[in-house]
Each structure stands twice: as C-alpha cells, then as structure tokens.
C-alpha cells in the first residue's frame, strides 16, 4: 500500500460482526468527517476522468449520493441518484439485483441521462458487484455510456471488480480490504 492509501484505509473504521456475525461493515462516516480525507478520496476518485468531458455521475443509494455529488461538482457534470424502489417521484426504469440473501430493485428516472451521455458510476463499496451490475444495467437501459464505475473500497475476495469488468466496464478502486 501506498502512503495515500494507508492514510484513506486508516480514515475507515471496521466495525465487526455488523449488520451480522461474520461481516465486517466498512464504515466511512469516519473518512467523510475527516475533512483531509474526504478531500483526498474525491480527488483520487476524480483525477482520471478530468479531460473526459463527463456528462453525468451516477451514484448509488445512499452513500454513492455523498461521494458522488462531490465528484460531480468537482467536474462540473451532473449528478443522477440512483435509488431503491419507490423513492423516485417521477416515471422510473427498474432493475432486479441480486443480494447475498435475495433480490432487490433499484430505479432510476427514465429521463435522468439522455442516450449517449458519458456517465461514471459511483458507490463507496464494491463486494460481490450485484448492485453495481445492476445500475449498470439500468443505465444501458436508457442509452448511457458507462465510461467507468469507481469505488472507494473494494473487497476483492467477494468478485466484484471482475463481475464489472466482464459487463466491459472500467473498475477503479482507492483501497482494498481482506474478507467479506
Ligand atoms: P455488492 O452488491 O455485494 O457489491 O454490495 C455493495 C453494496 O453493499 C454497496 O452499496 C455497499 O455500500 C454495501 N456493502 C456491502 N458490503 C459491505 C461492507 N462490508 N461494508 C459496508 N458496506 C457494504
């Protein structure tokens, strides 16, 4: 690990066995109020995309909402919630995903991107990558080009990156942690 990421890694606190045994929850309300870090991770987020002219960050409910508004702003480009069902107030598309236990669906408003846009998908957390396949789906749906997805943290053991990557989609990712 680099300087950078060790200092972004120890901005994260771990807390065991939450939401239950055996997981460990990558909590980054530590790193958001760390106003160094924070700046830190949205810059690194950011840096690749600058000269792509990007229309649109798309993040995901609700931590890919904080990140991604500040990329958003930071590259002048707009910025596109993606949400859980029944929380959009106008006409939505909608996608099945998979969960560790189940399924789930997320939405989108169907005319939040317009076809050929250039749109960066963003979370805090890739794991297994079944919600991010997910918005990428329902992104292509209504005629985005998904330039890349970008996370801050990846758990690389649960497949994620590739689950991504075999869609075509660019996967990029500030720290990496051991385990589920
Ligand atoms: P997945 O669909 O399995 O890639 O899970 C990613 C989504 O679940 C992201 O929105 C994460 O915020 C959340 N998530 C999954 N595992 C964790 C974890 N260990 N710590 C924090 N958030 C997690």
């Given at each position: 690990m680099t300087t950078a990421e060790k200092t972004l890694a120890a901005s994260i606190r771990a807390i065991h066995?939450?939401?239950?045994?055996?997981i460990i929850f990558r909590d980054i309300t530590t790193l958001l109020g760390d106003a160094k870090a924070f700046r830190q991770a949205v810059d690194e987020l950011v840096r690749p995309y600058?000269?792509?002219?990007?229309?649109q960050i798309a993040g995901i409910e609700a931590r890919g909402f904080i990140l991604g508004g500040a990329m958003a702003h930071q590259l002048s480009a707009g910025f596109v919630p993606i949400r859980?069902?029944?929380?959009?107030p106008h006409t939505t598309v909608s996608v099945a995903y998979s969960l560790e236990y189940g399924v789930d669906e997320m939405e989108m408003h169907v005319d939040a991107v317009q076809p050929g846009e250039k749109v960066i998908l963003c979370d805090d957390l890739i794991a297994t990558g079944g919600t991010a396949e997910g918005a990428v789906k329902l992104l292509r749906q209504i005629g985005?080009?998904?330039v890349s997805a970008c996370f801050?943290?990846?758990?690389?053991?649960?497949g994620g990156r590739r689950k991504l990557e075999a869609l075509g989609v660019e996967v990029r990712t500030l720290v990496s942690f051991d385990g589920h």
């Open positions: 066995d939450y939401p239950k045994p055996g600058q000269d792509l002219a990007i229309d859980k069902k029944g929380k959009l985005a080009e998904v801050v943290i990846d758990l690389p053991e649960l």
